[in-house]
């Protein structure tokens, strides 16, 4: 045992490694990293652990240094492999930490020699440091590769079940039914559930109804939180016949107690996969406003409404994969994004209607009407679902990328995609614990997350390409202790769909966050999506984030978002409910279809990825900024509702609106509405600017261009800039 001996007083040896143990497991790829420094934005920590040993991290030119990377649960440690570039580090140590804060060392040297060192160790932890005390150059520390090997929980963590597909436990809150169940058993609990959800429009309760294939006679009111959904595989495998709707019967509309017409506030709720058949020469409505798709529906009969058919206001809104035989009449509605679906006709607009690789639409005009009308979708996945197979199993179909679509998905039959058996899935029901969900994710489950109110503990880290995390009912997630609630490492093909996030009480410094900080892989051929995935800070209780959601990761896509700082409800206040920013893309290629941010306090969009792309835009300002002293960037009025970094050269969106309301002091004013680079490769089209009763006042539309919106002129238009 002399080399041993000899190995361990040179540091190059902690335990012997056991020949007859298994071959380790790499832990640390595409995990979350961080880092002391870096030399330039070429050489970001994450370059450490993606797998390319072309691509590296390095430090500032100084001691000491370091790099950590989360592994995400705690594991037993084996090995850790160093590929140094050039400059290495001649004194360094490895330490390993449950929480990030006390470290153990389970590695020292101060005699390294660069190149590949593997290092044979004894550990437990979650999270692994380098710890760099001297260099061996002049220059920094410098990593091609930093790998973890070990086993997750060494055996001892949480227990995650297993799912039984053919009769999964979706919790108390999903119904389901098949035609064998008496219309009026079904009738009644839609019933008891919309009385509940009708103007529950804060309170804590979710619910999912899942027809399975066949003929339903009903009739169904959707209130908020509710989710109605067919479980075939295509929209008309499940019929209703009757009506599936939204009224705006409970909201008061401006000074008037009795004219309850308003549709403003109806959020958070959603129809998909299914078909309606009308009854005859009956209208069906949908007058609905923010978050509540109408996705992979069917409808047949004469036509729908968007709003109460009579005076009332709204402000949606979104189709989405959608066929509907007869008309459309958007009436009220201000804005309305139609994406790749299938129309009669359409009548009607108000500030800012967006058709997008659908047909039955009205012509290119802009404005009055304000008609944007783009021929194709570029490039599209639809939200993945659920559905049950002919032997009775479930499973979630994921559809596959589109690229210059035109009309639904399913328009030809079955739906190009893939179908994943639920038992690949972990069901997540309120009360698991952080840990459970994170253990399931490291065992490459997916995630179906259940009707309810779901506190994290800590950050869900998802690191495994093409996870699917999907919620039922508008499953809500609230990270209580400040933590991002969702982290998505640097992968291919992760899809995210049907979550709402909404802010703790402790300031959360993202909410979600897709790949870290300089993330620069190649996503193209298949990229990460979010479908109807909704923000929140404040209404329910006083929520606070800086940022609601950050995209690193390249080609990203963007499937109907709703990013909000509450203006009403509890734990509302320019000091209360406090959130810098909506939504920052620092990734390329980043696309994003019917993409809504209201009322943060300082840019509600920042985009600084080259060759993003936005088809729908929707804003409000926030309403409550005291004065303008407390509204400022720098000597600039107020902040733009979406800012295009001046280092881009290539950006382009269509449809864009943005409003201002500055009901705690109506002498408040934004410079302007949009904020871009004057470049040839920067173009806009169809913008709108409004002051909502004249409440407020907007100087310019984009730049320096556009008439100022205020009480005698309360809606400017610009057609396309430059």
């Known amino acids: 045992m002399l080399w041993a001996v000899l190995l361990v007083a040179a540091g190059l040896l902690v335990a012997p490694a056991t020949t007859a143990e298994a071959a380790p497991t790499l832990l640390s790829q595409g995990k979350t990293v961080t880092a002391s420094s870096t030399e330039n934005g070429g050489t970001p920590a994450s370059a450490a652990v993606d797998g390319n040993t072309g691509t590296r991290w390095a430090s500032a030119f100084s001691d000491p240094q370091w790099i950590q990377v989360d592994?995400?649960?705690?594991?037993?440690?084996?090995?850790?492999?160093?590929?140094?570039?050039?400059?290495?580090?001649?004194?360094?140590?490895?330490?390993?930490?449950?929480?990030?804060?006390?470290?153990?060392?389970?590695?020292?040297?101060?005699?390294?020699?660069?190149?590949?060192?593997?290092?044979?160790?004894?550990?437990?932890?979650?999270?692994?440091?380098?710890?760099?005390?001297?260099?061996?150059?002049?220059?920094?520390?410098?990593?091609?590769?930093?790998?973890?090997?070990?086993?997750?929980?060494?055996?001892?963590?949480?227990?995650?079940?297993?799912?039984?597909?053919?009769?999964?436990?979706?919790?108390?809150?999903?119904?389901?039914?098949?035609?064998?169940?008496?219309?009026?058993?079904?009738?009644?609990?839609?019933?008891?559930?919309?009385?509940?959800?009708?103007?529950?429009?804060?309170?804590?309760?979710?619910?999912?109804?899942?027809?399975?294939?066949?003929?339903?006679?009903?009739?169904?009111?959707?209130g908020f939180y509710t989710q109605i959904a067919g479980l075939g595989l295509n929209p008309?495998?499940?019929?209703?016949?009757?009506?599936?709707?939204?009224?705006?019967?409970?909201?008061?509309?401006?000074?008037?107690?009795?004219?309850?017409?308003?549709?403003?506030?109806?959020?958070?709720?959603?129809?998909?996969?299914?078909?309606?058949?009308?009854?005859?020469?009956?209208?069906?409505?949908?007058?609905?406003?923010?978050?509540?798709?109408?996705?992979?529906?069917?409808?047949?009969?004469?036509?729908?409404?968007?709003?109460?058919?009579?005076?009332?206001?709204?402000?949606?809104?979104?189709?989405?994969?959608t066929k509907i035989d007869g008309f459309v009449q958007s009436g009220s509605q201000q804005q309305w994004l139609t994406r790749n679906s299938e129309l009669g006709s359409w009548t009607g607009s108000v500030w800012n209607m967006v058709f997008v690789g659908s047909t039955g639409t009205p012509g290119q005009n802009f404005p009055n009407p304000s008609h944007t009308v783009v021929g194709q979708t570029p490039v599209v996945r639809e939200k993945p679902f659920l559905y049950v197979n002919g032997s009775g199993e479930y499973n979630v179909f994921v559809p596959a990328v589109r690229r210059n679509a035109v009309g639904t998905s399913w328009a030809n039959g079955n739906a190009p995609g893939s179908s994943i058996s639920l038992?690949?899935?972990?069901?997540?029901?309120?009360?698991?614990?952080?840990?459970?969900?994170?253990?399931?994710?490291?065992?490459?489950?997916?995630?179906?997350?259940?009707?309810?109110?779901?506190?994290?503990?800590?950050?869900?880290?998802?690191?495994?390409p093409n996870t699917v995390v999907l919620g039922l009912g508008l499953a809500t997630l609230v990270p209580d202790t400040g933590a991002t609630a969702v982290s998505v490492a640097d992968v291919d093909g992760v899809k995210i769909a049907g979550l709402f996030i909404d802010a703790g009480p402790n300031n959360s410094p993202n909410l979600m966050e897709l790949g870290p900080p300089g993330s620069?892989?190649?996503?193209?051929?298949?990229?990460?999506?979010?479908?109807?995935?909704?923000?929140?800070?404040?209404?329910?209780?006083?929520?606070?984030?800086?940022?609601?959601?950050?995209?690193?990761?390249?080609?990203?896509?963007?499937?109907?978002?709703?990013?909000?700082?509450?203006?009403?409800?509890?734990?509302?206040?320019?000091?209360?409910?406090?959130?810098?920013?909506?939504?920052?893309?620092?990734g390329d290629d980043v696309t994003m279809y019917g993409l809504f941010v209201e009322h943060y306090q300082k840019y509600q969009t920042i985009w600084n990825g080259e060759r993003g792309r936005t088809y729908f835009y929707q804003n409000e300002m926030p309403y409550d900024p005291p004065n303008q002293a407390a509204w400022m960037n720098g000597s600039t009025q107020g902040y733009a509702a979406y800012k295009v970094a001046d280092s881009v050269n290539t950006h382009e969106a269509w449809g864009v609106g943005s409003y201002c309301f500055f009901n705690a002091n109506p002498s408040v004013t934004a410079a302007r509405s949009f904020e871009v680079p004057n470049k040839p490769g920067v173009r806009f089209h169809g913008l709108v600017s409004v002051s909502l009763g004249g409440v407020g006042t907007i100087n310019r539309v984009i730049n320096d261009t556009g008439g100022t919106a205020n009480l005698a002129n309360q809606v400017q238009y610009v057609a396309n800039y430059p």
């Open 520 to 586: 620069s892989a190649d996503h193209s051929a298949n990229p990460t999506s979010l479908h109807d995935v909704y923000f929140r800070i404040g209404g329910a209780h006083a929520g606070r984030a800086t940022t609601s959601l950050t995209v690193n990761s390249d080609d990203v896509i963007g499937d109907h978002l709703w990013l909000w700082r509450g203006d009403h409800g509890a734990g509302i206040g320019w000091n209360t409910n406090t959130a810098d920013q909506g939504l920052i893309v620092n």
């Open 236 to 321: 008309d495998d499940v019929n209703i016949n009757g009506h599936v709707r939204v009224e705006a019967d409970w909201l008061q509309q401006g000074d008037n107690p009795n004219n309850l017409g308003n549709a403003t506030q109806n959020f958070w709720r959603g129809a998909e996969n299914f078909s309606v058949t009308l009854p005859a020469n009956q209208v069906e409505r949908w007058a609905v406003s923010q978050a509540a798709p109408y996705r992979r529906m069917h409808l047949r009969g004469i036509g729908t409404q968007l709003w109460n058919g009579g005076d009332g206001w709204a402000s949606g809104g979104l189709f989405a994969d």
């Open 71 to 222: 592994l995400g649960s705690t594991a037993t440690l084996s090995q850790v492999v160093l590929n140094w570039e050039a400059a290495y580090g001649r004194a360094y140590r490895v330490e390993v930490s449950a929480n990030g804060s006390s470290w153990t060392t389970v590695h020292t040297t101060t005699a390294g020699t660069g190149g590949i060192e593997t290092l044979n160790v004894t550990g437990t932890g979650r999270y692994v440091r380098v710890y760099g005390t001297q260099r061996a150059t002049g220059y920094g520390y410098s990593l091609w590769e930093f790998q973890v090997y070990g086993t997750v929980d060494g055996g001892s963590g949480p227990t995650v079940p297993p799912t039984d597909p053919r009769n999964p436990n979706l919790g108390p809150n999903v119904y389901v039914y098949d035609p064998s169940t008496p219309a009026s058993t079904i009738q009644s609990r839609i019933n008891t559930v919309y009385n509940q959800q009708h103007t529950n429009q804060f309170g804590e309760q979710r619910h999912a109804f899942l027809f399975k294939p066949g003929n339903y006679n009903l009739d169904v009111p959707v």
């Open 423 to 464: 038992a690949d899935f972990f069901v997540v029901q309120p009360g698991t614990s952080t840990a459970t969900i994170n253990a399931a994710l490291a065992q490459n489950k997916h995630l179906l997350f259940t009707p309810g109110i779901h506190h994290l503990s800590d950050t869900i880290r998802v690191t495994n």
